[in-house]
């Protein structure tokens, strides 16, 4: 119960624009760069590039783009500033293991050391013990959470300077698991493959429905190994996210790699990368890594990653952001590991909330409105101006194509 008073003669006093609630997921700081001119607030670096005309074939849009001549040794950057993609709520827990175990948390089996490199920054929680395996965490309310995000490793890669033992069979991977009534009955949530976690990998799961309660606990265990510093699997920076509600991010941009000569090779790719401060995707990734069905956690579909290679000409890219990449302190990159591969440019760069049914393919995101290509209107881009054919037929009797 909440109010407002003031005693009889005491002096003038006013109130405004009052809310009591719960938290209200909002949009955060977009980021919008069309190099007419480069606007530098937008940018940390770009070593090698310069907004200019003409210089990467043409285009619809004609002005300048961020080119990149591709004759310098070392590498090909743009990186932005770090901006509020969105203005997230504050995080249930955030768990580095750098110094020790959160109290009301039980570990079996495992102990914080830097024994098998490091797994996102600094120490890790290592399982490596004799015996049971496994991580409880205390209960949580988890009725506003969203996602549990954390790093794994599962043994080593040597040729990483990893030496940790690697598993080798089903009942040495990681099962994780939920609880919403003190432990004494577990749901199977998901199950690490034994083989598939060599280096370290960045796990975002969304959080069952069911899993959403007063009080939910989670663990992360092994079904069987076989003695102390065998099948040994490392956890860091394990995150519990709030839930952000019904939002949709996107970053577009137009990029043209080896300015409209083909290229078939793909050491001159260029990536789009992300980095987000103060989460469990602390360090440079894919916004997008590459899926087949059922190789990534909550994705049944074919999914190419954010690497993008030589067509020929200008390509305009449109991509939802993963949750990992919406918080209130990310940085992206568009990235070549070798500069002295061809020139490559990219311009029109929108990063913020997304626009009705994302254009449709069919035009530019600006703050939540689509600028809709030649021969395209309607607040989505749906409707055409042209006329094309509404029927097709060959019969591929002569050589002419039409």
């Not at 955030?94 to 079996?108: A, L, M, Y």
């Not at 070798?338 to 254009?359: E, H, K, L, V």
């Amino acid at each position: 119960q909440y109010g407002f008073y003031t005693s009889v003669g005491s002096s003038t006093w006013a109130i405004d624009d009052l809310y009591i609630g719960g938290y209200i997921s909002g949009n955060g700081t977009e980021l919008i760069e069309n190099f007419d001119p480069l606007s530098e607030s937008n940018w940390l670096f770009y070593p090698g590039g310069q907004a200019v005309s003409g210089k990467c074939g043409s285009r619809q849009s004609g002005g300048r783009a961020l080119y990149f001549s591709g004759t310098s040794s070392g590498q090909d950057n743009a990186v932005t500033r770090v901006f509020p993609v969105a203005i997230v709520p504050s995080l249930q827990f955030n768990e580095s293991f750098d110094s020790s175990v959160p109290g009301g948390w039980t570990v079996k089996g495992g102990a914080v050391s830097t024994q098998c490199g490091t797994v996102n920054a600094g120490s890790a929680l290592v399982f490596s013990h004799r015996g049971t395996r496994e991580l409880v965490t205390s209960d949580f309310d988890t009725t506003v959470a969203d996602r549990l995000e954390f790093y794994l490793l599962i043994g080593g890669n040597p040729l990483k300077n990893r030496f940790c033992d690697n598993a080798e069979q089903y009942s040495e991977s990681v099962f994780l698991d939920y609880s919403i009534d003190g432990g004494a009955n577990w749901t199977s949530w998901e199950v690490y493959a034994y083989n598939q976690y060599e280096d370290p990998q960045f796990v975002s799961e969304d959080l069952p429905v069911a899993a959403r309660t007063k009080s939910t606990r989670f663990r992360w265990s092994q079904q069987s190994n076989d003695g102390a510093s065998t099948d040994v699997w490392s956890i860091d920076s394990v995150l519990l996210r709030q839930d952000m509600g019904n939002v949709d991010y996107v970053a577009q941009f137009d990029v043209n790699v080896a300015c409209g000569q083909y290229d078939s090779s793909a050491s001159g790719s260029v990536s789009f990368d992300f980095i987000a401060f103060g989460s469990a995707a602390a360090t440079w990734r894919s916004v997008l890594k590459e899926c087949v069905p059922g190789s990534c956690s909550g994705n049944s579909n074919f999914q190419k990653p954010s690497v993008y290679s030589s067509t020929g000409e200008w390509q305009r890219v449109t991509i939802a952001l993963p949750p990992e990449a919406v918080t209130s302190a990310t940085q992206f990159r568009w990235y070549r590991s070798a500069s002295s591969q061809g020139p490559w440019a990219i311009d029109n760069i929108f990063i913020g909330y997304t626009c009705p049914m994302r254009c449709s393919g069919r035009g530019q995101c600006m703050s939540g409105k689509c600028i809709c290509d030649p021969d395209f209107t309607g607040a989505e881009c749906e409707t055409t101006l042209a006329k094309y054919a509404t029927e097709l037929k060959d019969s591929f009797s002569t050589d002419r194509k039409s």
